[in-house]
């Protein structure tokens, strides 16, 4: 099962700015890659995936201040994030997601995640 390692959180003002990275155990070059991220007392949401091809989608919530990417050759995957504003305090987690007979999972083990923090 591939393993994730999130990287790059912190605390940071509102308006601020930060880039999060996913180190994964094997190769992503299959895999579409996808950030989620869990606020207090809130399930874990979807907010941005990249597949395979590089296309991207993104949560209503977030398009226009989160950008994902990845470097296959990394086997790293990234999360730009501007403009940032304190709803979007959360732990922040990637995985790699495969779509069979139509249903897109979640492959991989989760990670521990990275902590944003926005606050003045």
Same mark, same amino acid.
């Given at each position: 099962? &591939?393993?994730? &390692?999130?990287? =790059?959180?912190?605390?940071?003002?509102?308006?601020?700015?930060?880039?999060?990275?996913?180190?994964?155990?094997?190769?992503?070059?299959?895999?579409?890659?996808? $950030?989620?991220?869990?606020?207090? =007392?809130?399930?874990?949401?979807? &907010?941005? #995936?990249?597949?395979?091809? =590089?296309?991207?989608?993104?949560?209503?919530?977030?398009?226009?201040?989160?950008?994902?990417?990845?470097?296959?050759?990394?086997?790293?995957?990234?999360?730009?994030?501007?403009?940032?504003?304190?709803?979007? #305090?959360?732990?922040?987690?990637?995985?790699? +997601?495969?779509?069979? +007979? =139509?249903?897109?999972?979640?492959?991989?083990? $989760?990670?521990?995640?990275?902590?944003?923090?926005?606050?003045?």
């Amino acid at each position: 099962q &591939v393993q994730f &390692v999130e990287s =790059g959180g912190g605390l940071v003002q509102p308006g601020g700015s930060l880039k999060l990275s996913c180190a994964a155990s094997e190769s992503i070059s299959i895999y579409a890659m996808a $950030w989620y991220r869990q606020a207090p =007392g809130k399930q874990r949401e979807l &907010v941005a #995936t990249i597949h395979t091809g =590089g296309s991207t989608t993104y949560a209503d919530s977030v398009k226009g201040r989160f950008t994902v990417s990845r470097d296959n050759a990394l086997n790293t995957a990234y999360l730009q994030i501007h403009s940032l504003e304190p709803e979007d #305090t959360a732990v922040f987690y990637c995985n790699a +997601l495969v779509t069979v +007979l =139509g249903t897109t999972t979640p492959v991989g083990s $989760w990670g521990r995640g990275t902590q944003v923090t926005v606050s003045s």
